[in-house]
């Protein structure tokens, strides 16, 4: 049994060492500024305050990408959060985006915040300053109200 148990843990440091060696994208694509929400939106400070603490590492091509997106396998579910978070919405390409597409995208910010799934719990687990008080919402939400008229 103490056999068994010895080979199991080697067996298993080993696979981890290995799973090291799988290559993750972390890329950050380049940016244009004028392409992003910013150039195209008048954004309230305490919005871009909140959208640069919440949202920016996810939705956006500015990903700072922290400690533990280099550690297998944690760095698989971080890399593919983060490209799923973007193709679903992303401030630095919010330009490229259909008028529909940019409505329906202020819509989701203000009905996701709200709710609660945004910023993401996994994230917010970790990043404690990502969290949104009840008055950030509140202004999130006036100010997607607002942009849907442009």
Not at 82 to 99: C, D, G, I, L, P
Not at 104 to 110: G, M, Q
Request: charged share 25%; net charge positive; glycine share 2%.
């Amino acid at each position: 049994m103490r056999l068994w148990l010895t080979r199991m843990l080697i067996a298993t440091a080993l696979l981890l060492v290995a799973i090291q060696f799988i290559p993750v994208n972390r890329s950050n694509p380049s940016v244009d500024p004028s392409r992003s929400i910013y150039a195209t939106l008048p954004v309230p400070v305490e919005v871009k305050g909140v959208f640069e603490r919440s949202c920016n590492n996810c939705h956006s091509n500015q990903t700072a990408w922290p400690w533990y997106s280099h550690v297998a396998p944690v760095s698989w579910m971080v890399a593919r959060d983060v490209h799923q978070a973007r193709k679903k919405m992303n401030f630095s390409e919010w330009a490229t985006y259909s008028a529909q597409r940019k409505e329906d995208r202020l819509e989701e910010i203000c009905e996701q915040v709200t709710n609660g799934e945004m910023p993401d719990r996994k994230y917010a687990i970790f990043h404690r300053e990502a969290r949104v008080t009840p008055q950030e919402r509140e202004a999130v939400c006036q100010w997607t109200d607002d942009s849907r008229q442009y």
